[in-house]
């Protein structure tokens, strides 16, 4: 293979893996965000700490548990097994770790979506007669859909450059789950592997650059659609 074919299958698989974790993601960390945001039911606290807990446990820790969790002998991967599907080791897996590693930004980022979201919208339809369901779908998440799309940003942007979480679950299998921050890692304890390096890097921070422009674009949106909201 060459260096070049080499490189774009890395880079392929690495942002397949981040497109379907983000894609996983985002129903549950639009539902916690909104959840987080808006309501206030007992052991809250306990919840919005174990959702955050992947922003602070170190990546290769979340990867051990997440190994111990859906390996052939945890309490999910051994369930797996019976039925022929096995996360560690595959492509499954690497969205697993991504999915993990990037949902706590996903929610924070939807929260504060959904915290900047005028209240009285709610009250308004409540007055009305409107349905909970109705409102959210035709007044809040709308309202809120920007800071959502820019938090998802930042999710598919976590999930490019995990390592530490992948590399526990899945291990640095070529062509299979080798995304650009393990195919670093290989390279650089490889003979000549510097001149492989240089192309991944070089995507990478264009990558990082693309994704922080998002993220600051879809947040000033945002922001411009809340100033308009208020002005009506």
Do not use: C, Q
Not at 188 to 213: K, Y
């Amino acid at each position: 293979m060459t260096p070049l074919a080499s490189t774009t299958d890395v880079v392929r698989l690495s942002i397949e893996v981040a497109f379907w974790a983000t894609i996983v993601s985002a129903p549950f960390a639009i539902a916690f965000g909104w959840v987080l945001a808006r309501t206030r039911f007992r052991g809250k606290s306990i919840v919005t700490t174990i959702v955050y807990a992947p922003l602070v446990l170190p990546p290769v820790v979340t990867g051990f548990l997440l190994l111990k969790f859906f390996g052939r002998r945890g309490p999910v991967g051994s369930w797996l097994a019976e039925h022929g599907v096995s996360i560690p080791h595959s492509f499954a897996g690497a969205v697993v770790a991504a999915v993990v590693v990037g949902f706590p930004l996903f929610v924070v980022v939807a929260r504060g979506a959904f915290e900047a979201v005028d209240r009285r919208h709610d009250e308004i339809a409540r007055t009305l007669g409107t349905p909970p369901w109705r409102a959210f779908v035709r007044v809040t998440l709308p309202l809120a859909l920007p800071g959502i799309f820019a938090g998802a940003v930042l999710s598919f942007a976590r999930a490019l450059g995990e390592f530490g979480a992948t590399t526990m679950l899945v291990s640095n299998l070529e062509g299979e789950t080798r995304t650009i921050s393990m195919a670093v890692y290989a390279l650089f304890d490889a003979p000549n592997g510097e001149d492989g390096i240089w192309p991944l890097v070089g995507v990478s921070i264009g990558l990082s650059f693309v994704a922080i422009l998002a993220y600051e674009w879809l947040v000033a949106r945002h922001r411009r659609l809340l100033e308009l909201d208020r002005g009506h």
